[in-house]
């Protein structure tokens, strides 16, 4: 049988990854807890789950031909204890008492020594050290360094008093083992003593976010399978007879004229990311210091909001566009309200420039495996001090991207990596990584989230917040998600540019007030 390879733009995530910036995605779910063992019970599921479902038993190797290629395989060795985790913290912080909490502890040790869950926290992390990966040229390590480590133990260590997003920001910095399936699970403490919460890792070149949705439904209890919703469709249109050189085109022998196809989107991208222009004018705080040769695993921050998606409609309804525009507008009025706080001098002129992923799935098609994306381009009005003008601006920002499709423009670079050649992808990972910075400013990413109620051994999912990778020389990555009638902010950032991550998080929803004041 013929090895399943890479696709150009997956095999691009799997060789641009570094210790210091690792290339996965990352969801924090936060649930509650029916009993003082339901936070073992939960790991217990997700490993007996991951065992059956061959999309998280595969690792990514390496291949002879094409050079430079990796393909799928599945893992020979695959034990579910070196993808599922389970705090110390998470089995102590479920109980109301003390003695509830060493009889929950005791309980949650046996369920993971029967399920063949990983445990970390209050003691050393199990993977530290023998399992760690070696680093490489193309490899990042994928051992944690003794700060990340030691970031997570404090973390999680207060026994249920800790917010889970602080645990997840050491855990967000470590990279997943390259030898292995690239996905983690860790079972957390919760916010409260009624509560855990469940931090999925997944890495990029696995899924996008879609897809690393749909695996991760595929851990839950048991309910209909994940699909977006159809399209929306107008009313069918005649369609014109091909004129002009276009129709000239497709008379010419298929390989070649697909060759052609190519070779002008490629220009076309690469003259619209010219047109974009230099990372010009943007906001010191949106720019993390440069890893130093060999640096080890980063630091990052982790936090969160949730927002009423009452109030936005609100909005969309009295100022028009759509949710998503909404969400973007906020953004710009957060970072803007944020910088002033800081005392940071506000950007002037058009703004920094956020890329804005594009699934290019059918719609209604069910998500697989791998990435399928493009992405738009859009400067955040940060220089607009009125909120319905920034939302005006993000608006007829995203009509004009839209019109132009997702396949042409300055955001859709990821479509660049189909006309490059996999020794290409090995050999110049570590340049299109650094060249991060002069493609976009800041990611701002939305993952929807089907309308179903998730559950996990009868635990309801409350909170979903989604995290996303951050790319070199950038200090912040916002993603959100809705669900249950609730927008989910995620923020990912480098702890040392952004030391005051939850300020941020403040900052949008203040701007959320404001905004809906302004309307109202």
């Known amino acids: 049988m013929s090895p399943e390879h890479l696709s150009p733009l997956d095999l691009a995530f799997w060789r641009i990854e570094s210790a210091a910036h690792p290339m996965h995605l990352g969801a924090l779910a936060v649930l509650s807890a029916d009993g003082p063992d339901a936070a073992a019970r939960a790991a217990a599921l997700l490993a007996e789950r991951c065992a059956g479902l061959p999309g998280l038993r595969r690792r990514i190797h390496d291949v002879l031909l094409p050079v430079g290629a990796a393909a799928w395989s599945p893992d020979p060795d695959f034990d579910p204890a070196r993808h599922v ?56 390590p994928a051992g944690a360094d003794a700060a990340a480590r030691a970031g997570a133990d404090a973390a999680a260590g207060a026994a249920g008093a800790v917010d889970p997003r602080v645990a997840a920001g050491p855990l967000m910095a470590r990279p997943l083992d390259r030898t292995r399936p690239p996905w983690e699970a860790h079972v957390l403490a919760g916010p409260g003593p009624d509560s855990f919460a469940v931090l999925f890792k997944f890495h990029h070149a696995l899924a996008d976010g879609l897809g690393a949705l749909a695996l991760a439904a595929g851990l839950f209890d048991r309910q209909p399978p994940f699909a977006p919703g159809p399209a929306v469709r107008g009313p069918a249109r005649p369609v014109p007879a091909p004129r002009g050189p276009g129709a000239a085109l497709r008379r010419l022998p298929g390989v070649f004229a697909s060759r052609v196809h190519d070779l002008g989107q490629a220009l076309e991208i690469g003259a619209a990311v010219a047109r974009a222009g230099l990372p010009l004018g943007v906001p010191d705080a949106l720019v993390a210091a440069e890893p130093g040769p060999g640096a080890g695993a980063g630091n990052r921050s982790v936090a969160g909001l949730a927002l009423d998606l009452d109030e936005v409609n609100l909005i969309r309804k009295a100022a028009g566009g759509t949710v998503n525009d909404v969400l973007i507008a906020l953004v710009a009025g957060a970072l803007r309200r944020w910088l002033a706080e800081r005392g940071d001098p506000l950007p002037r002129g058009a703004g920094p420039r ?71 992808h090995r050999l110049g990972g570590p340049l299109v990584a650094q060249a991060a910075r002069l493609l976009y400013d800041i990611l701002v990413t939305s993952v929807p989230l089907p309308g179903l109620t998730f559950t996990l051994g ?33 923020l990912v950032a480098d702890a040392a540019a952004v030391p005051d991550l939850a300020a941020l998080a403040g900052a949008l929803r203040a701007e959320l007030d404001a905004f809906v004041r302004e309307v109202s």
Not at 116 to 140: E, I, K, L, Q
Request: no cysteine; net charge positive; glycine share 16%.
């Open 458 to 490: 009868g635990s309801t999912v409350r909170e979903v917040y989604p995290l996303a990778p951050l790319a070199r020389g950038q200090s912040l990555a916002i993603a959100v998600s809705t669900y249950k009638g609730t927008v989910h902010y995620g």
């Open 354 to 424: 956020a890329l804005i992923p594009v699934s290019r799935r059918r719609p209604g098609a069910a998500p697989g495996a791998g990435n399928r994306l493009s992405g738009y381009l859009l400067r955040l009005p940060l220089a607009e001090g009125d909120p319905l003008r920034r939302l005006y601006a993000v608006r007829a920002g995203m009509d004009r991207n839209k019109e132009a499709g997702p396949a042409r423009g300055a955001g859709a670079v990821a479509l660049l990596a189909d006309h490059v050649h996999p020794l290409g």
């Open 85 to 140: 985790f389970l705090a110390d913290a998470a089995v102590a912080g479920t109980g109301g008492s003390a003695a509830a909490g060493a009889d929950a502890a005791r309980t949650g040790d046996d369920a993971a020594a029967r399920a063949g869950v990983g445990t970390f926290a209050g003691a050393a992390d199990s993977r530290a050290g023998a399992d760690a990966a070696p680093a490489g040229a193309d490899a990042a």
